[in-house]
């Protein structure tokens, strides 16, 4: 999903920030001018983006980059006497005066990168229990002694029933012995 708050101290720079987005396909979902207006919007979210100024009415873009969650990046857009170098290394930076073609660049590949790590996250094999690989085991035994079945093929069938149904290869395992011992 791709979320986007768009955090300056004077509204109509963040309005002007959102309009540019906008014009260009990017969906913004809130313009705050503090730091603790996009920590409300931000908690009501996922994962996304805070596009932002150095300073805000409350706050500064490092106390604001402390209090977000994990899933959010932040995309500060300050003169480069406004950064902190050594201290800020997981915020993105671009300097201004701003060029639209380097802010929609560098927001697409912020998106880019979000979605890279969720697929990976997703990719991380589940832990399965003892009891669980029991399971498994004892489908695949009851497919190998009922349909003639070698080892390989009775996972694959367990695995291709399991995608087919939705079902985790647990479940579907489960639901296999139970259709054949029941």
């Known amino acids: 999903m791709e979320n986007v708050v768009v955090v300056f101290p004077k509204l109509d720079d963040g309005n002007k920030i959102k309009a540019v987005l906008v014009k260009n396909g990017i969906n913004v979902d809130y313009v705050c001018t503090s730091g603790a207006q996009a920590l409300e919007y931000v908690n009501k979210l996922n994962e996304g983006i805070v596009v932002c100024s150095y300073r805000f009415t409350d706050m500064y873009y490092t106390q604001l980059k402390e209090d977000l969650p994990d899933g959010f990046e932040m995309l500060l857009v300050a003169s ?14 671009i300097g201004t005066p701003l060029k ?5 660049n ?3 590949m912020m998106f880019e990168a979000q979605t890279r790590r969720r697929k990976k996250d997703r ?3 589940k832990f399965r229990t003892e009891e669980d690989r029991k399971v498994i085991k004892e489908a ?4 190998m ?3 003639n079945m070698s080892e390989s093929e009775a996972h694959a069938y367990l695995q291709k029933c399991s ?3 939705g079902n985790s290869l647990v479940e579907t395992a489960g639901m296999v012995i139970c259709l054949y011992r029941c």
């Open 80 to 93: 480069k006497g406004h950064w902190l170098d050594g201290e800020d290394t997981h915020i993105i930076k």
């Open 100 to 104: 639209i073609f380097d802010l929609l």
């Open 106 to 108: 560098t927001v697409h």
């Open 123 to 125: 990719v991380v094999p």
């Open 140 to 143: 695949k035994s009851v497919l």
């Open 145 to 147: 002694d009922r349909n």
């Open 163 to 165: 995608m087919d149904s």
